[in-house]
């Protein structure tokens, strides 16, 4: 029998598009390090991504029950949820684009930054 969750997660899973890379990137209120972070994932989302990403910033002060839900630990926390399997990489941004060569979300010949 499924639970509520796996239902949940069935449906959000089968709702969204295949191409279509869902991102949340948590960070702590407004710190320098924190706006360094959203704009690296945001840049990188508009440059590579284009159209095909969704990005979820998230501040674990203003919404401590998803940090816990999400077990944070650490910001800045970039979770890719979607394409499966879920990924995280915990730490400094500064080398984003190293990120999303490593995760194989976009491929070495391609980067632009």
Request: charged fraction near 25%; charge should be positive; proline fraction near 4%.
């Amino acid at each position: 029998m499924k639970t509520n969750k796996t239902r949940r997660t069935i449906k959000a899973l089968t709702t969204r598009s295949k191409d279509k890379f869902v991102l949340r990137l948590f960070v702590a209120g407004a710190t320098a390090r924190s706006r360094q972070a959203v704009l690296s994932v945001r840049q990188l989302c508009e440059a590579e991504l284009k159209d095909n990403c969704k990005l979820e910033v998230i501040d674990i002060y203003q919404q401590p029950h998803l940090a816990r839900a999400n077990q944070i630990v650490a910001t800045p926390t970039l979770i890719i949820e979607f394409p499966p399997p879920l990924r995280r990489f915990i730490g400094s941004l500064a080398n984003i684009t190293g990120l999303f060569v490593e995760l194989d979300l976009i491929t070495k010949g391609k980067i632009t930054l």
